[in-house]
């Protein structure tokens, strides 16, 4: 009998064929390419091929997908660096992310991953429907200030269902956390070479103009006069760098708790990311991330305490922990201190002069008191818009590419302090409700981390409660940048998700790592045997 073949097995001869004249077709424009001497051109064209290949992975399983998103937005700062800081390069990862959105949203239709209800979202979306109608304020110059406001403040906020549909089990959360620690040791470790060589180390000669201040920062002792840079590492600013260190620094700590609960085997990694991220720290340059990285780790050691395992007799190992940290962070430092003395001592002098009371030159009280509450003040004086705002955006991180495209000054309402920012932008209203949706938060947070006290998560959970908690207010007394860096808040929103996926994990039977395994008598055994049988 003849063999029918289906219309797709007769039609593949001409597929192939077409296929082999568009590989042709496309050889023969990047030879074109190449002989011109249009390098940046064939860039973009392998960046797009390289996006394109992503955007198939996320669509076919989204978990995987997720992580291409992920590292490309750990990333995205180096590539924007070398190419040119080309706008379309700084939405890259906002596309790959609204396909992780759409692939996730499609699978929870079909029933096959978790939806949960966030309990704070009732205080959230007042927030943002004030935000929405602020895009609308007479004293907006355009609407495109109000639809980037809402990208700043919303569009990351749906990570938290995807931190919680990501981790179902602990190989999850291992995976997830594995993934941050080789990114903090990666990323750190630059920073350190780069505060040590120089900023030309991974940056390009000539940076865009658009980045060329933030890249090449240097300061000045205020008593002493030594002069040092400011690494950025992977990112096109010191600034982020020195955020990423916080929240690299926060999550570490919790994950290198969690993965001894969990395992009697020492988490190495762990313990030398911390180490890495003290030294980077250091070099930094930064008061406000040396800081920030100092009261986390005495703020997560006294919770790590507190919630130990006392009950299970293993509270010991988070004191190990804790002893472990201290020990690699000092040797970190010391290394640094002793093989690159004049690098370590420029830094250690600016933190002296400007921190330590008894200095000519103290500046912290002024710092983190007097200048935001001054920058606050001034909201309510100029133009007497601090009752309705002049429109959501208007003084948000990015108004420059806004008034570029425009081809207009851009508004001149912006201050650093960040209530004073959102109260420029939405009026009174809008810093009432920050802070009513930030206490939403944090107190539904704090009942997970509860929950979880005495299991195996609790040292993860306490760390991402922290970090919500410094990122939702003393990062925003002093500036809405930390919240509006897409870094900051994809970091907070995520692993707010993973926070409330993890009692469910915890109860999970199959996994025991917490309490001890009872030693079960011969006889025993032989009565279970007989009761098999």
Same mark, same amino acid.
């Given at each position: 009998?003849r063999?029918?073949?289906?219309?797709?097995?007769?039609?593949?001869?001409?597929?192939?064929?077409?296929?082999?004249?568009a590989?042709?077709?496309?050889?023969?424009?990047?030879?074109?390419?190449?002989?011109?001497?249009n390098?940046?051109?064939?860039?973009?064209?392998?960046?797009?091929?390289?996006?394109?290949g992503?955007?198939?992975?996320?669509?076919?399983?989204?978990?995987?997908?997720?992580?291409?998103?992920?590292?490309?937005?750990?990333?995205?700062?180096?590539?924007?660096?070398?190419?040119?800081?080309?706008?379309?390069?700084?939405?890259?990862?906002?596309?790959?992310?609204?396909?992780v959105?759409?692939?996730?949203?499609?699978?929870?239709?079909?029933?096959?991953?978790?939806?949960?209800?966030?309990?704070?979202?009732?205080?959230?979306?007042?927030?943002?429907?004030?935000?929405?109608?602020?895009?609308?304020?007479?004293?907006?110059?355009?609407?495109?200030?109000?639809?980037?406001?809402?990208?700043?403040?919303?569009?990351?906020?749906?990570?938290?269902?995807?931190?919680?549909?990501?981790?179902?089990?602990?190989?999850?959360?291992?995976?997830?956390?594995?993934?941050?620690?080789?990114?903090?040791?990666?990323?750190?470790?630059?920073?350190?070479?780069?505060?040590?060589?120089?900023?030309?180390?991974?940056?390009?000669?000539?940076?865009?103009?658009?980045?060329?201040?933030?890249?090449?920062?240097?300061?000045?002792?205020?008593i002493?006069?030594?002069?040092?840079?400011?690494?950025?590492?992977?990112?096109?600013?010191?600034?982020?760098?020195?955020?990423?260190?916080?929240?690299?620094?926060?999550? /570490?700590?919790?994950?290198?708790?969690?993965?001894?609960?969990?395992?009697?085997?020492?988490?190495?990694?762990?313990?030398?990311?911390?180490?890495?991220?003290?030294?980077?720290?250091?070099? /930094?340059?930064?008061?406000?991330?040396?800081?920030?990285?100092?009261?986390?780790?005495?703020?997560?050691?006294?919770?790590?305490?507190?919630?130990?395992?006392?009950?299970?007799?293993?509270?010991?190992?988070?004191?190990?922990?804790?002893?472990?940290?201290?020990?690699?962070?000092?040797?970190?430092?010391?290394?640094?201190?002793?093989?690159?003395?004049?690098?370590?001592?420029?830094?250690?002098?600016?933190?002296?002069?400007?921190?330590?009371?008894?200095?000519s030159?103290?500046?912290?009280?002024?710092?983190?008191?007097?200048?935001?509450?001054?920058?606050?003040?001034?909201?309510?004086?100029?133009?007497?818009?601090?009752?309705?705002?002049?429109?959501?955006?208007?003084?948000?991180?990015?108004?420059?590419?806004?008034?570029?495209?425009?081809?207009q000054?851009?508004?001149?309402?912006?201050?650093?302090?960040?209530?004073?920012?959102?109260?420029?932008?939405?009026?009174?209203?809008?810093?009432?409700?920050?802070?009513l949706?930030?206490?939403?938060?944090?107190?539904?947070?704090?009942?997970?981390?509860?929950?979880?006290?005495?299991?195996?998560?609790?040292?993860?959970?306490?760390?991402?409660?922290?970090?919500?908690?410094?990122?939702?207010?003393?990062?925003?007394w002093?500036?809405?940048?930390?919240?509006?860096?897409?870094? /900051?808040?994809?970091y907070?929103?995520?692993?707010?998700?993973?926070?409330?996926r993890?009692?469910?994990?915890?109860?999970?039977?199959?996994?025991?790592?917490?309490?001890?395994?009872?030693?079960?008598s011969?006889?025993?055994?032989f009565?279970?045997?007989?009761?098999?049988?």
């Open positions: 009998m063999e029918t073949r289906s219309p797709l097995m007769r039609s593949q001869p001409v597929i192939g064929l077409l296929m082999f004249l590989a042709l077709w496309l050889a023969w424009q990047a030879g074109q390419t190449i002989l011109s001497g390098f940046r051109a064939l860039e973009f064209a392998a960046l797009g091929v390289a996006v394109c992503a955007a198939i992975i996320i669509l076919r399983n989204w978990r995987a997908g997720f992580y291409s998103f992920f590292i490309w937005m750990l990333v995205e700062d180096l590539v924007r660096k070398y190419m040119g800081n080309s706008t379309l390069l700084f939405f890259g990862k906002d596309v790959l992310l609204g396909l959105y759409v692939a996730l949203y499609l699978e929870i239709r079909r029933g096959k991953e978790k939806w949960f209800r966030a309990p704070f979202l009732l205080f959230l979306s007042l927030f943002f429907w004030l935000a929405v109608l602020e895009i609308f304020n007479e004293h907006s110059p355009n609407i495109l200030y109000g639809l980037l406001g809402l990208k700043l403040y919303f569009y990351y906020v749906p990570l938290i269902y995807v931190g919680y549909a990501l981790v179902r089990s602990d190989e999850d959360v291992k995976k997830f956390l594995n993934v941050n620690i080789i990114a903090a040791i990666v990323i750190a470790a630059i920073g350190i070479i780069q505060a040590i060589r120089g900023n030309h180390f991974l940056n390009p000669a000539q940076l865009a103009p658009d980045l060329r201040n933030l890249g090449n920062l240097q300061k000045v002792t205020p002493s006069g030594e002069v040092f840079n400011l690494p950025d590492s992977v990112f096109v600013s010191a600034g982020r760098l020195d955020m990423f260190l916080i929240v690299g620094f926060v999550l /570490c700590m919790g994950a290198t708790g969690y993965m001894l609960l969990r395992s009697r085997r020492r988490s190495m990694a762990g313990f030398f990311a911390i180490g890495t991220i003290g030294a980077a720290t250091l070099l /930094c340059g930064n008061r406000g991330a040396l800081l920030f990285v100092m009261g986390s780790a005495l703020a997560l050691s006294a919770g790590f305490i507190w919630g130990a395992p006392w009950r299970w007799g293993q509270a010991h190992r988070i004191l190990k922990a804790i002893r472990n940290s201290v020990i690699v962070g000092a040797l970190a430092l010391a290394t640094v201190v002793l093989f690159f003395p004049q690098k370590a001592g420029s830094r250690i002098a600016f933190y002296s002069e400007t921190l330590l009371p008894s200095s030159a103290y500046q912290l009280s002024n710092r983190t008191w007097d200048y935001p509450l001054q920058n606050l003040l001034d909201v309510f004086g100029g133009q007497g818009h601090w009752i309705v705002g002049t429109g959501t955006g208007t003084a948000s991180l990015g108004t420059q590419y806004v008034s570029s495209l425009l081809g000054p851009p508004p001149n309402d912006w201050v650093e302090e960040g209530f004073g920012v959102l109260i420029a932008e939405m009026g009174i209203l809008a810093a009432v409700l920050w802070i949706w930030g206490a939403a938060v944090l107190y539904y947070s704090w009942k997970v981390v509860r929950r979880l006290r005495g299991t195996r998560f609790f040292p993860l959970a306490v760390a991402i409660a922290w970090y919500a908690f410094l990122l939702i207010f003393p990062m925003t002093g500036s809405l940048s930390g919240y509006q860096d897409y870094l /900051c808040s994809i907070m929103w995520l692993t707010i998700g993973i926070l409330f993890l009692p469910e994990i915890a109860a999970n039977p199959a996994v025991s790592a917490t309490a001890p395994s009872r030693q079960i011969g006889f025993e055994r009565r279970r045997a007989i009761h098999v049988h």
